[in-house]
C-alpha cells in the first residue's frame, strides 16, 4: 500500500519510539533485576532438573523390577511439595486430613468437598508423584453410578491422576465401574478405617486362618475388578508377605510389614508434626520432630519481639534520607 512520505516518515519514527531494544527488555526478565517486594510470595518453584513424570506404567514397572514403591499422604500445597521433592513415588490425599488437617474426631466427618479443596492444592505442587485422592465415607457405597460420578469430580475438579475406596469383594462391581471409565483405581483392604464402628475400631485384620482368607480373597477380588494397586493395612506381616505373592499388582503396606510391594505413611506422623504424647499406632516410625522444631522457632520469635529485637534493620526498608526530613518537615506542619 503507498504512503505518502511524510505519512511513512510519522510511522517510521513512532516504530522507533515504541519497539523498546532488546538490551531494553532483558534487565526486566533478568532474575537478578527483579526484587519481590510483597510478603504474599509463592512456596516454590518447580526444579531445574524435574523428575519424569510417574505413571500407572512407571509403578507396573516398579514392581516387576521388585523395586518398593514410596507412598506418602501429603494434605496441601506445603505436604505436597516437600513429599514431590524428597522423591515420592505416589503422594495419596488422604481422608485422614480430616484429623491431622481439619481437627475432625475421624475420617468419617469429611466430605467430598473438602477433599477436592484439598486434592486442588496438593495437584498444584506435585510435579513428579502419582496423585491419588481418598473418596469419603458416603460418596461411593451407595452405588457404582455414585461412585463412578464423584471420582469423575476428582478427577476433573480435584486434577488428582486416580482414586482411592476402602472395601473388598462387596466393593468389586463399584471399582470395575470406575476403571472401565479410564480412571485408576487404588484399592485398600484389611483395617478399612471408614468402616471402624463395624469392625470394632481400629483393629488388627487377618489373624485367624479365616481372617487371613478374608484379606486375601478381598485383595483377589479389587485385583479382578480393575485396581492397579491394592493398600493393605493392619494385616500381620506374614499374611501381607503372602498375599503379595498371590497377587499381579503391587500391594501397599501400612502397618503391614516390608513385604508389600510398597510403604504409605501418613506425613504428619512420621515428621513428628504433632505435640507430645499423641497416640500414635505401632507402625508407625517417627522420622523427625517437626513440632519441637516449630515450636522453638515460634518461642524465639515471639522473644525477639516481646525484646525489640525483630524485626532488625536488616529486616526493613530504607528510605532516602533526604526524602526522610522532608517527611518529618511536613509532619511538624500537621
Known sequence: MYLPSSLARSCASLTRITRPSPST????????HHVRQSSHSPMGTPPTNPRKKITVGTLRSLHRRGEPITMMTAHDFPSAHVADAAGMEMILVGDS?????????????????????????????????????DLPMGSYEIAPQQALETAIRFIKEGRVQGVKLEGGKGMAPTIE???????????????????QNALGGFRVQGKTSLGAMKVLEDALAVQEAGCFAVVLEAVPAEVAAIVTRKLSIPTIGIGAGNGCSGQVLVQVDM????????????????????????????????????????????????????????????????
Open 177 to 195: 465401574r470406575i476403571t472401565s471409565a479410564g480412571i485408576p483405581v487404588l484399592g485398600h483392604v484389611g483395617l478399612t478405617p471408614q468402616r
Open 271 to 334: 515428621t513428628g508434626n504433632f505435640p507430645p504424647g499423641r497416640f500414635l499406632p505401632k507402625f508407625v516410625k517417627q522420622y523427625g520432630n517437626v513440632w519441637a522444631e516449630s515450636l522453638k522457632a515460634i518461642e524465639k520469635y515471639r522473644d525477639e519481639v516481646k525484646s525489640r529485637q525483630y524485626p532488625a534493620p536488616e529486616h526493613t526498608y530504607p528510605i532516602p534520607q533526604g526524602e526522610l526530613e522532608a517527611f518529618a518537615a511536613r509532619v511538624d506542619k500537621v
Open 25 to 32: 527488555i532483558r534487565p526486566l526478565l533478568g532474575t537478578s
Open 97 to 133: 486430613l480430616a484429623m491431622v488437617a481439619l481437627g475432625m474426631e475421624d475420617t468419617s466427618e469429611v466430605i467430598v468437598e473438602e477433599m477436592l479443596l484439598h486434592c486442588r492444592s496438593v495437584a498444584r505442587a506435585t510435579k513428579a508423584a502419582f496423585t491419588v485422592g
